[in-house]
């Protein structure tokens, strides 16, 4: 099982981002996939989580109506789109997967 995820970086307040997370050498299609994040001195937090169809979504309130995660089975890619960053949605997030396998995450900085 490999996980990599990209698109993370430093972006001002309002900005956008959006993360990859690719992966292999498992039925990716048949796998729930999920981000975490974690902050500096902050518990590991769920922020979104998709079905292996992509029919069914769950988000962290913190996140609501500001991301969308989705994927492309074909690529066998899951994205989270981010917008609209405040300065505590900095973190190291990480592509999950069954809760089970994590990436190695990569670092979002919202920052003025």
């Known amino acids: 099982v490999q996980l990599v995820e990209s698109g993370g970086g430093l972006v001002q307040p309002g900005g956008s981002l959006r993360l990859s997370c690719a992966a292999s050498?498992?039925?990716?299609?048949?796998?729930?996939m999920s981000w975490y994040r974690q902050a500096p001195g902050k518990e590991r937090e769920l922020v979104a989580s998709?079905?292996?169809?992509?029919?069914?979504?769950n988000y962290a309130d913190s996140v609501k109506g500001r991301f969308t995660i989705s994927r492309d089975n074909g690529k066998r890619t899951v994205y989270l789109q981010m917008n609209s960053l405040k300065l505590e949605d900095t973190a190291v997030y990480y592509c999950?997967?069954?809760?089970?396998?994590w990436g190695q995450g990569t670092q979002v900085t919202v920052s003025s």
């Open positions: 999950v997967r069954s809760g089970t396998y």
């Open positions: 050498g498992f039925g990716f299609s048949f796998s729930n």
């Open positions: 998709i079905s292996g169809t992509g029919l069914t979504t």
